[in-house]
């Protein structure tokens, strides 16, 4: 992996971008226009590789691009062994985990952490309360949330957990808590404490990417 540095020149508007890797020795760098010292190492990293390749087109870094994009992508399918994206589920495996829970009902009497399905989602009850016709699962997030937790087994008995993107809470009633997984900017993160109403590039220290 490279090492990265990054320095913004007022006087250009631009920033210069040094990638070097020591073994094999090898050191670039790169301007890009504006100041981009705020952009993720590892974003800032593809960019300058890819402009290398684009504008030079040097084979040392055509063939980096190219391993770098492998290794992220055997990444990613390691992790999917046992975590699967909720917008990836076939239609059998979303019915399968939807008959699991009872549907929602109004005028029932529901206890704190009960469960049950509406329009399509399983949802989980966040305080004790009888359900009225204008108390929308969707949108009373007072009282329900999306349940996150959800787990399904193959017929070989390996279990694979369900993870849904990233929705930006709006308040303690939907945060995320210590535990929960999202997939944000295409990787899998989990929340390292609860209460958690940031997205992981708005506070890393809540967050863990999900390598394995």
């Known amino acids: 992996m490279y090492r990265i540095q990054k320095a913004y020149y007022t006087g250009t508007d631009e920033t210069k971008v040094r990638l070097t890797l020591q ?3 090898r050191d670039f760098v790169v301007s890009f226009t504006g100041d ?3 952009v993720e190492d590892d974003i800032l990293e593809q960019r300058a590789i890819s402009k290398l390749a684009r504008e030079f087109s040097p084979s040392k870094a055509l ?3 190219a391993k ?3 290794e992220q992508e055997q990444s990613i399918k390691s992790i999917l062994k046992t975590i699967t994206l909720a917008k990836d589920l076939s239609k059998d495996q979303k019915e399968e ?3 699991r829970y009872d549907e929602y009902k109004v005028g029932k009497e529901y206890k704190e952490k009960d469960k049950f399905t509406f ?3 399983v949802y989980e009850v966040k305080q004790e309360h009888r359900s009225q016709t204008t108390w929308i699962p969707s949108s009373t997030p007072n009282l329900y949330t999306e349940f996150l937790n959800v787990k399904i087994t193959n017929g070989a008995g390996e279990v694979t957990e369900v993870v849904a993107e990233f929705k930006q809470p709006t308040g303690a009633h939907d945060a995320y808590n210590k535990g929960d ?3 944000f900017n295409g990787k899998v993160y989990q929340s390292k404490i609860d209460s958690n109403t940031f997205s992981p590039d708005q506070y890393a220290d809540g967050w ?3 390598t394995q």
């Open 23 to 25: 073994e094999p020795y």
């Open 36 to 38: 981009l010292t705020a």
């Open 63 to 65: 063939e980096d691009l």
């Open 68 to 70: 770098r994009q492998e």
């Open 97 to 99: 985990i939807l008959s």
């Open 119 to 121: 329009d399509g989602k």
């Open 181 to 183: 997984k999202v997939l």
């Open 208 to 210: 863990e990417e999900v």
